[in-house]
């Protein structure tokens, strides 16, 4: 695999504020509220230490601007100052346009920009550096996941509705994702599928893998 400059690429890991009732809602009929809540930090963890150890630099992005930070972040907040990561705030209506700025704004200073999802800790190190490597060829990369969406999106270029009229946590995103690439004119490819945790048995099926 081609040596990439670490300097010339920016991961962003998208966030929610860990707050009871706002996150990972699917899992709250097994786990209760808190409990979610807790699972939300545990992923959240997870995913920022598999993006730490690809080697390339590493933005934590979180859902909003909060007054006041809830409690439950603090094993998060704890990590990203030993590190030294640099926090921001997405900016949009919707995902797509989240999304979409995130990528625009990292191309401003670095050749690549990817994000991936909190909820996807089968993203390890090797799958970002892979998904580095394909934007070598292509101008925006996928990583899809076993249920219609995806885990990750890089990008070398892009375009103001590369991510617009997307049906969002539906089977339908990576195809309706795609579609708009087409038609905003950008090269892309799909990288091997991976999972996300959104239902009770991706919680378990996390669990069984980080115990064993």
Known sequence: MQRVDPGSVLVMQFAKW?????VKTRLMPELGAEGAMNAHVRLSLAVLENLLASGFEVRFM??????????????????????TVGQSWQQGDVLGERMTRALESGLQT?????????????VDADYVRLAVATLDEVDVVLGPSDDGGYVLIGARASAPDMLASVDWGTEKALEQTCDQLTQAGLTFALLPEKWDVDEPEDWRRFIGQSSG
Do not use: F, H, N
């Open 110 to 122: 670095v050749g690549k920009a990817l994000i991936v999802g909190s909820d996807c800790p089968s």
């Open 18 to 22: 860990p707050e009871a009732g706002r």
């Open 62 to 83: 979180w859902d909003r601007r909060l007054a006041t930070v809830p409690e439950a972040a603090s094993p998060i907040l704890q990590l990203l100052e030993a590190r």
